[in-house]
């Protein structure tokens, strides 16, 4: 289940580094939706592992830290 958390976590950064980078309006509306789908997964897993967080801010900052390998 942690593999599939830093999975995850790994992806969701992914594709938030991606919307940074678009500017394409379409591609970045596709984007957007995905990354939705993606945070609702990894939310969905990290109360599944017991880690708690505050907010979506809080979450992708735990993502972040899970992709690093510094959680």
């Known amino acids: 289940m942690e593999e599939n958390l830093f999975v995850l976590a790994k992806e969701y950064i992914n594709l938030i580094e991606k919307i940074e980078k678009t500017s394409d309006p ?3 509306q596709t984007l ?3 990354r ?5 997964m990894f939310i969905d897993l990290l109360k599944k592992q017991g880690i708690k967080f505050k907010d979506r801010d809080h979450a992708t900052r735990i993502a972040y830290r899970i992709a690093n390998g510094e959680l």
């Not at 939705?36 to 609702?40: D, I, K, T, V």
């Open 26 to 28: 379409r591609k970045l």
């Open 36 to 40: 939705a789908e993606l945070h609702w």
């Open 32 to 34: 957007e939706e995905k």
